[in-house]
């Protein structure tokens, strides 16, 4: 009786190569690891994708706080100067306050007493004057009245449009008074703006079998944080760890809060699930936006990042600055800088480190200077 192998392979009285005992790879009867000659095993894991996580910008930033609250307040100062816009009234020199120089609505809680001096100005003049009466009528406190030092009433002094719908601007620059004239009546309270966001809380969930875990695999890695070697692997313990990191970024980058009807969400009940406010929402919310920066011609680009300069100046912003900007508006920035820049002997540079005729060719600039601002240019990963 002939004794036949459960694999698929005969023994056989010599030991010799037969069409009986030949391992066939193309055949189902002797695939898999009981082969007589095993495949090459790769131990490193191949990376395809390059580095996956988008993690870091808030850590880089300094835009991290411990906290052990369910909710965090804090307060920002408000401007130490008196601005606002107003529109012109039915009288030559009764203007009425609408906003701040913010855009926040004033109206009656403005700062202007009577003995004021002030600036007015619109697009194409300005004026000086002084704030003779407030809520002269007794019935709108919005309403001032300013007399002009240079012309008979302060609509005159600015020209025509000052009686039209255009709004005027008001800034506060002293006072005047009489010798041996009263005190002024009343004083302006410091002013601050109060803001409050909540805690929300991110979960996750890994599990391995019994099974999986005893199965001891060493496999030569590269991680996310850049650590190398052999390991003990257990690759879903590994993308979840490393995936929850990137949902607290994202979180915190993307998350908005619930308005009161949305949906089945909203309100003040701490039980429901209210959202919280990132960093973009509170951008778009409260910070300054600007589409300028386009790419299509860039010397149009150039006069548009000039405006966003002179809101610099009106936010008395710092003098480094930096960006962090996807792709297309990385190379909109490039091509900008390029076309002021002949990259030659004699030509101007606009960069923070002088250019040199003996550097490789560069298409890209990493920081310039424009005005009296520095401003350094970092591609953000999670936005391409």
């Known amino acids: ?170 800034l506060v620059i002293g006072s005047e008074f009489e010798k041996g004239t009263n005190a002024r009546s009343s004083a302006n309270a410091p002013q601050f703006k109060s803001h409050s966001n909540k805690h929300i809380i991110l979960k996750d969930y890994y599990e391995v079998s019994g099974s999986d875990a005893s199965q001891i695999g060493w496999v030569e890695i590269s991680g996310e944080e850049g650590q190398n070697g052999y390991l003990w692997y257990l690759k879903a313990e590994g993308d979840t760890r490393a995936r929850f990191s990137d949902y607290l970024e994202m979180t915190m980058l993307e998350a908005e809060k619930a308005v009161d009807g949305a949906g089945a969400i909203g309100g003040t009940d701490q039980s429901t699930s209210d959202g919280t406010e990132g960093l973009f929402a509170a951008i778009t919310t409260r910070g300054h936006q600007s589409t300028g920066i386009t790419g299509v011609n860039a010397a149009t680009d150039l006069a548009e990042f000039d405006a966003i300069l002179a809101v610099f100046d009106q936010q008395g912003a710092i003098e480094e600055n930096m960006f962090f900007v996807d792709r297309t508006t990385s190379l909109a920035i490039d091509d900008m800088l390029a076309s002021m820049n002949s990259y030659g002997a004699g030509g101007t540079s606009y960069g923070v480190f002088d250019n040199s005729e003996d550097m490789a060719l560069n298409l890209g600039f990493s920081g310039f200077r424009r005005g009296s601002y520095d401003f350094y240019k970092s591609d953000f990963r999670y936005l391409n």
């Not at 037969?18 to 090459?40: C, H, I, K, M, R």
């Not at 988008?54 to 300094?62: K, M, N, P, S, T």
């Not at 804090?74 to 100067?81: C, K, P, T, V």
């Not at 004026?127 to 002269?136: I, Q």
């Open 1 to 170: 009786m002939a004794i036949t192998s459960a694999s698929g392979i005969d023994a056989a009285p010599r030991k010799q190569t037969l069409s009986s005992n030949y391992v066939d790879f193309t055949s189902s009867n002797t695939e898999g690891w009981a082969q007589q000659y095993l495949p090459d095993l790769m131990e490193k894991e191949a990376e395809v994708y390059g580095k996956r996580t988008i993690a870091g910008f808030l850590a880089q930033v300094g835009a991290e706080e411990p906290s052990a609250s369910d909710r965090v307040i804090w307060s920002e100062q408000g401007r130490l100067h008196l601005a606002y816009t107003a529109k012109y009234k039915d009288s030559n020199d009764t203007y009425e306050i609408e906003n701040d120089i913010d855009g926040n609505s004033v109206g009656v809680n403005h700062g202007i007493r009577v003995g004021d001096m002030v600036i007015m100005s619109i697009a194409n003049a300005t004026a000086k004057g002084y704030v003779s009466a407030v809520n002269e009528d007794g019935d709108n406190a919005a309403e001032f009245t300013v007399l002009s030092y240079g012309a008979a009433n302060m609509a005159t002094a600015l020209g025509s449009t000052a009686t039209t719908s255009e709004l005027v601007r008001v």
